[in-house]
């Protein structure tokens, strides 16, 4: 069965700090382009970051370049995405996927 587990949400403070992660499972993780996808609250879906299979090329939104990086652990079929000075704008459910696989994501809600 193929799995994709965030991890890592929660509750932050502006200016504050996350690291998300991504838990692959039942499929070649090591061959797949993977994604950050997040959906704000009444909002479609924004995609925020993509890295490629090695971990060698990434791209970033606008919104969120210079303050977001992704990152993957082959060896450990994760991908995280490691968060910094965060905006309220950026409270959203976080998915990771690749392919057309999906998590269930996690909430990141920034606020005072």
């Known amino acids: 069965e193929v799995q994709l587990v965030e991890s890592g949400g929660g509750l932050v403070q502006p200016g504050g700090s996350l690291r998300l992660s991504c838990a692959a499972s039942?499929?070649?993780?090591?061959?797949?382009?993977m994604n950050w996808v997040r959906q704000a609250p009444g909002k479609g879906l924004e995609w925020v970051s993509r890295?490629?299979?090695?971990?060698?090329?990434?791209t970033a939104a606008d919104s969120v370049k210079g303050r977001f990086t992704i990152s993957r652990d082959n060896a450990k079929n994760t991908l995280y995405l490691h968060m910094n000075s965060l905006k309220p704008e950026d409270t959203a459910v976080y998915y990771c996927?690749?392919?057309?696989?999906w998590g269930q994501g996690t909430q990141v809600t920034v606020s005072s």
């Open positions: 996927s690749g392919g057309n696989y």
């Open positions: 039942g499929f070649t993780f090591t061959t797949y382009f």
């Open positions: 890295i490629d299979s090695g971990g060698g090329t990434t």
